[in-house]
């Protein structure tokens, strides 16, 4: 028997008992209607116990739980072969594959309203001592230019041996703006007033902790990703904005693992790579790999007016992003990798060399 059946069994039940009961109190006395009342609600809460408790969601909730589920999400941009933003795609203009085999899409929209929660992940060791000012005010003018406090959310997250939440994912322009401010340089040690994220395990067998003075890049994508910007049931575009000069010196956690946390949950990382020429300089190559594999991309400015234009760019990708979402044709819930793929559909923007920036892949979920 289906579920609403049994509910209106159960309803038309209860109704009759509480007919009969009423019926009867009506022609006893007084007391005698009490203890029939009270034999009623006794009866209920035995037999029924639901009754009496609140629930905890709504069939709405889950229904958004399990499409959630089902469904495979994936940003991209498009840009032509200038780098201009294409705007105008439309559903037949591109396939998916997974895995070298076709999807069906159920969702292709631009992304301009989809809510954002983007966390500030700021290197705050030695090494960004003389830049980090320009970071600083680099970074309000984006937030100036991206957050819509109605339901956008920013984090500001400083990191050096370990991440510090200072200021968590809020809508509160106003806070984000102070806590970026007090941001400073951990010299010679970090004086935020965040406990370090814990997560990360240290003991015998172990890497050792991170000593003062330190730089953990991965360590701290990782745990941002986890317990920053954690996926839930509502619908967000997720991204870091990794402001470091690449150079990591204490993480226990590897370079692929942060990036496979990152993809995880849905994560898009922009790196700005900046540093100073006083110590050992950027590890490009290092900042290129964590973004393009997120779906994102890495930016090496030289002066601060480069380090505005690496935050408009990124503000006008994060601005010109489509969403595809399917449901993949491999049901097999074995935790591996599939892989993504996006190809250019229409003759007209293939020859216009148009080039599809995304994440290469996901990891399916796992029974268990």
């Given at each position: 028997m289906k579920i609403e059946n049994c509910k209106f069994q159960i309803e038309r039940l209860v109704f009759g008992l509480w007919s009969s009961v009423f019926v009867k109190a009506q022609r006893s006395k007084t007391k005698d209607r009490f203890r029939q009342f009270a034999i009623f609600i006794a009866f209920l809460l035995v037999h029924f116990p639901s009754f009496a408790q609140t629930p905890t969601s709504t069939p709405d909730q889950d229904d958004v739980l399990r499409v959630e589920s089902d469904l495979t999400n994936l940003l991209f941009t498009a840009t032509d072969k200038n780098k201009r933003y294409i705007t105008s795609l439309h559903e037949n203009d591109i396939r998916v594959l997974e895995d070298g085999v076709p999807q069906k899409v159920f969702t292709f929209q631009r992304e301009t309203d989809r809510p954002l929660s983007i966390a500030f992940l700021i290197d705050v060791s030695i090494s960004e001592e003389r830049?980090?000012?320009?970071?600083?005010?680099?970074?309000?003018?984006?937030?100036?230019?991206?957050?819509?406090?109605?339901k956008d959310q920013a984090a500001i997250v400083p990191f050096e041996g370990y991440a510090h939440v200072e200021q968590p994912l809020t809508r509160n322009?106003?806070?984000?703006?102070?806590?970026l401010e007090r941001v400073e340089v951990a010299f010679p040690a970090y004086i935020g007033g965040a406990p370090a994220i814990?997560?990360?395990?240290?003991?015998?067998?172990?890497?050792a902790p991170p000593p003062e003075g330190s730089t953990a890049i991965w360590d701290s994508v990782f745990v941002t990703c986890r317990y920053v910007l954690a996926r839930d049931y509502e619908q967000r575009r997720r991204a870091i904005i990794l402001l470091t000069d690449g150079r990591d010196t204490t993480s226990r956690i590897s370079r692929l693992a942060a990036i496979?946390?990152?993809?995880?949950?849905?994560?898009?990382?922009?790196?700005?790579g900046i540093g100073d020429s006083k110590y050992e300089g950027v590890n490009k190559q290092a900042l290129k790999e964590i973004s393009e594999r997120t779906g994102g991309r890495a930016f090496f400015p030289k002066r601060a007016d480069d380090?505005?234009?690496?935050?408009?760019?990124?503000?006008?990708?994060?601005?010109?992003?489509?969403?595809?979402?399917?449901?993949?044709?491999?049901?097999?819930?074995?935790?591996?990798?599939?892989?993504?793929?996006?190809?250019?559909?229409?003759?007209?923007?293939?020859?216009?060399?148009?080039?599809?920036?995304?994440?290469?892949?996901?990891?399916?979920?796992?029974?268990?």
């Amino acid at each position: 028997m289906k579920i609403e059946n049994c509910k209106f069994q159960i309803e038309r039940l209860v109704f009759g008992l509480w007919s009969s009961v009423f019926v009867k109190a009506q022609r006893s006395k007084t007391k005698d209607r009490f203890r029939q009342f009270a034999i009623f609600i006794a009866f209920l809460l035995v037999h029924f116990p639901s009754f009496a408790q609140t629930p905890t969601s709504t069939p709405d909730q889950d229904d958004v739980l399990r499409v959630e589920s089902d469904l495979t999400n994936l940003l991209f941009t498009a840009t032509d072969k200038n780098k201009r933003y294409i705007t105008s795609l439309h559903e037949n203009d591109i396939r998916v594959l997974e895995d070298g085999v076709p999807q069906k899409v159920f969702t292709f929209q631009r992304e301009t309203d989809r809510p954002l929660s983007i966390a500030f992940l700021i290197d705050v060791s030695i090494s960004e001592e003389r830049t980090l000012p320009d970071e600083k005010a680099a970074a309000r003018a984006f937030i100036e230019n991206i957050i819509r406090s109605e339901k956008d959310q920013a984090a500001i997250v400083p990191f050096e041996g370990y991440a510090h939440v200072e200021q968590p994912l809020t809508r509160n322009v106003l806070a984000i703006y102070k806590t970026l401010e007090r941001v400073e340089v951990a010299f010679p040690a970090y004086i935020g007033g965040a406990p370090a994220i814990s997560g990360i395990s240290s003991g015998p067998g172990t890497v050792a902790p991170p000593p003062e003075g330190s730089t953990a890049i991965w360590d701290s994508v990782f745990v941002t990703c986890r317990y920053v910007l954690a996926r839930d049931y509502e619908q967000r575009r997720r991204a870091i904005i990794l402001l470091t000069d690449g150079r990591d010196t204490t993480s226990r956690i590897s370079r692929l693992a942060a990036i496979d946390q990152a993809i995880q949950s849905e994560t898009v990382v922009y790196a700005i790579g900046i540093g100073d020429s006083k110590y050992e300089g950027v590890n490009k190559q290092a900042l290129k790999e964590i973004s393009e594999r997120t779906g994102g991309r890495a930016f090496f400015p030289k002066r601060a007016d480069d380090l505005k234009d690496a935050f408009a760019e990124i503000e006008q990708e994060i601005r010109s992003q489509y969403l595809v979402a399917y449901s993949s044709s491999n049901k097999k819930r074995d935790g591996s990798f599939r892989t993504m793929t996006l190809e250019v559909a229409s003759p007209q923007f293939a020859k216009e060399g148009l080039k599809l920036r995304y994440r290469p892949g996901y990891f399916a979920k796992k029974t268990g």
